[in-house]
């Protein structure tokens, strides 16, 4: 019996580990980057391959948010729109927000709309997705679809 169980437990925990295969594109483009990869990590969320790139992605937004402080919100939303681009979630947030106002980014509801959807953030689903859609066409809805199923962050 006990052998069973702990065996069940395994499974259990072996089934709920995501892992993502390193594609030939995927090696392809860190390479170029001259990113190298030393974990496996979804190809929306780059910023996943390795402790160095992880943390430079962490603090772009930290730098993002000492240049709000001090009133540069172009740079500002440079420095985000790299993280949001290498899957970081809270940046995506951030520039779908600010691509909803117009805030340090050109205003662009499509943009908006992929990042929110990108991040898989409860909030930006259940919230700001919602209150955007009734702003956008049904083309626009299809193009942000499209922009999300085929978004690959980046490894710069």
Do not use: P, W
């Amino acid at each position: 019996m006990k052998l069973k169980f702990s065996i069940t437990l395994i499974i259990i925990l072996l089934s709920n580990l995501a892992y993502a295969e390193i594609t030939e594109d995927m090696e392809r483009r860190a390479e170029e980057a001259g990113i190298i990869i030393m974990r496996d990590h979804d190809v929306k969320r780059t910023y996943y391959c390795n402790d160095q790139f992880a943390r430079e992605t962490h603090m772009n937004m930290q730098v993002a948010y000492r240049y709000s402080q001090v009133g540069d919100v172009e740079k500002a939303a440079q420095l985000e729109l790299i993280a949001a681009n290498r899957g970081l979630e809270s940046a995506q947030v951030s520039v779908g927000k600010r691509y909803v106002h117009g805030n340090g980014l050109e205003q662009n509801i499509v943009e908006a709309y992929k990042f929110f959807k990108l991040s898989e953030d409860e909030t930006s689903k259940n919230l700001y997705i919602k209150v955007i859609m009734e702003h956008m066409t049904q083309e626009q809805i299809d193009e942000a679809e499209k922009l999300v199923k085929n978004f690959k962050a980046s490894y710069k």
